[in-house]
Every structure is written in C-alpha cells, then in structure tokens.
C-alpha cells in the first residue's frame, strides 16, 4: 500500500526558479530515494538518503531528511525546462527486509521556458 | 550499467485475451524483480515481488491467478495478464534488484496495456 504522500501535487514555475517539492511517510525507514519520470516512460533514479544522513546534494538537486516528522524534501535549484517531468519520492521500510519501495503521489513540475 | 528493458513497450489487446511482458536485466544479474502498476496521473503501486526460482509475493488485493509472475532466470521475468479486461488498462513497470545493491532498484521504461 501506499504510504507516501507528497506536495504539492503539481507545481509551476519558470526557468531559473527553485523548485521545492516534499514529502511525508508513515512507517520507520531505512531510506528514502527521489525518483523522476518523464510522462509515459520509467524512472530514473535521482538521489538516496539513508535514515541516518540529514541532507544530501547531487548537483543541482538538495534532499533533506528529518525522520523525527517523517518527512523529505527535494530542492531543485536553477530549474530547467528540461527538468520537467513527475518527481516521486520512495521509501525502503525497515520492516520487510528491506525489500520493498513504497512511492509517494508524486509531484508534477512544469518549468516554463 | 544496470539497464533493465522491457518488451513489448505498448500492446492493445481485445477482452478476454492474455498478455505477456518480459522484464529483462540486460548487464547484472537480477535476483529479486518487481512488478508496479500506474494508471494515469498517479504513483506506482506495488503488485508483486518475485525472486529467481521461487513464487511470487504478491501485494494485498492483487489477484495471483490473474497476474501471473514467473522469474524463470536471473535475467528474466515475465507478467502475464490473464484474460485482461478494460479495467487492467495500466501502465505496468518493472524493476530489477542485484544480489549486491539492495538499496537500489533498477527500472525499466514500462509497457502500456490497453485492453478494448
């Protein structure tokens, strides 16, 4: 089931601008992983952070994690164009030997020209 | 590295048929496969875990005897859609897990199904 949630649901911006999208889940975790999908095709992984790291960065992207409130966060920075597309975050529950991924809704970014 | 393909990419297919979709692990080898279902402007959900050599977990209020999982090798495993309905319309993912990275999943680029 799912357990994620994220927000906004969708999100407009224009290029140049920071795009800030967040995420909530239920359960303890081992770690939680930022996903993006361009419509109709997979996902492509983007970041992981584990449950004892606070913020991590890859390029343009800034994840934190604060797992006191069960929730994550995904900075965009000097968006693109190119970078729309659905962001999901997952997480890997401790339970279940750490064998599943359990995605969030999802955010829609739109990034205008 | 970790490129994971599925075939067919899309398949329109009339009621009552099956379907198969093959999930491969082109360059590792894929212990543990996943199937996910997405219908349009939503998340993925989970359908079910398969292991090589073993049955599939499937998750709650997936039908077993409909989605049929077989991972019949380290490199492959196969979905069928039995007797598919307009409602089992999705997108359907997989991905793919090696024995080393267990942290990390590898997708493959989805096939839509459409059943008239």
């Not at chain 2, 093959?22 to 939503?42: H, I």
């Not at chain 2, 989605?67 to 997989?94: G, K, Q, R, W």
């Amino acid at each position: 089931s799912q357990q994620g949630e994220e927000d906004p649901q969708a999100l407009s911006i224009q290029e140049g601008e920071n795009a800030t999208m967040n995420c909530s889940y239920k359960t303890s975790i081992n770690n939680l992983q930022w996903y993006r999908q361009n419509s109709g095709r997979g996902l492509v992984h983007l970041i992981l952070i584990r449950s004892n790291e606070r913020e991590k960065h890859s390029g343009r992207l800034r994840v934190t994690l604060d797992t006191s409130k069960k929730s994550s966060s995904l900075l965009i920075t000097a968006s693109r164009a190119a970078d729309t597309a659905s962001y999901f975050c997952a997480t890997v529950p401790l339970s279940g030997g750490y064998n599943k991924l359990i995605f969030g809704a999802g955010t829609r970014l739109a990034v205008h020209p | 590295g970790a490129v994971v393909s599925q075939h067919p990419s899309w398949v329109i297919c009339k009621s009552g048929t099956s379907v198969k979709i093959e999930c491969r692990s082109l360059d590792f080898q894929a212990t543990t496969m996943f199937w996910y279902r997405q219908f349009p402007k939503q998340s993925l959900m989970l359908m079910a875990t398969s292991n090589e050599g073993s049955k599939a977990t499937y998750e709650q209020g997936v039908e077993k005897d409909k989605f049929l999982i077989n991972h019949a090798s380290l490199t492959l495993s196969t979905l069928t859609v039995t007797s598919a309905h307009p409602e089992d319309s999705s997108f359907y993912i997989c991905s793919a897990r090696s024995q080393r990275g267990i942290n990390e999943q590898f997708f493959g680029p989805g096939t839509r199904l459409t059943v008239l």
